[in-house]
């Protein structure tokens, strides 16, 4: 079984909390069980994302919006990119959707790659916390 799970940056503090999203309208809350009661935190609603399933080269957990470090394993040092997680639907010209998952895509191109993660990947932040990495060059050095 996967694990299915959430995450979502809280508006009074401004700390990531990870649960169950609600959303009402503009409004949404991490769902968190302490025990055998239930807690809700707003959080902002532009924050939530779910967990991909997968993990970085430090065994962290890669969620959407995560900014990530790419080293590419056959070229080393020399082709460092940066992508950003999101959740993508791809439909074919006649709107018939094909294809959705999780896409890795390249910070700084016109076009965007998919990327199957291994173990070459690092976080580096998260779009809400560091919206700068999205303004910068793809290629780190």
Known sequence: M???KFRGKKINYGEWIYGVPV????????VKR??????ADEVHPESVGQYTGTEDRHGKDIYEGDVL??????????????RLVEWE?????????????????QIGRGFFTYYSPEKDLEI??????????????????
């Open 23 to 30: 959303f009402d309208g503009d409004k949404a809350w991490i």
């Open 2 to 4: 996967r694990d299915i």
């Open 34 to 39: 302490i025990g055998d009661n239930f807690s």
């Open 124 to 141: 580096i932040g998260r779009i809400h916390d560091n919206p700068e990495l999205l303004q910068g060059e793809n290629k780190l050095g």
């Open 69 to 82: 470090r790419h080293v590419n394993p056959h070229w080393g040092h020399k082709d460092v990119q940066l």
């Open 89 to 105: 639907n791809k439909t074919a010209d006649n709107g018939q959707l094909m294809n959705c998952g999780f896409a890795f895509k």
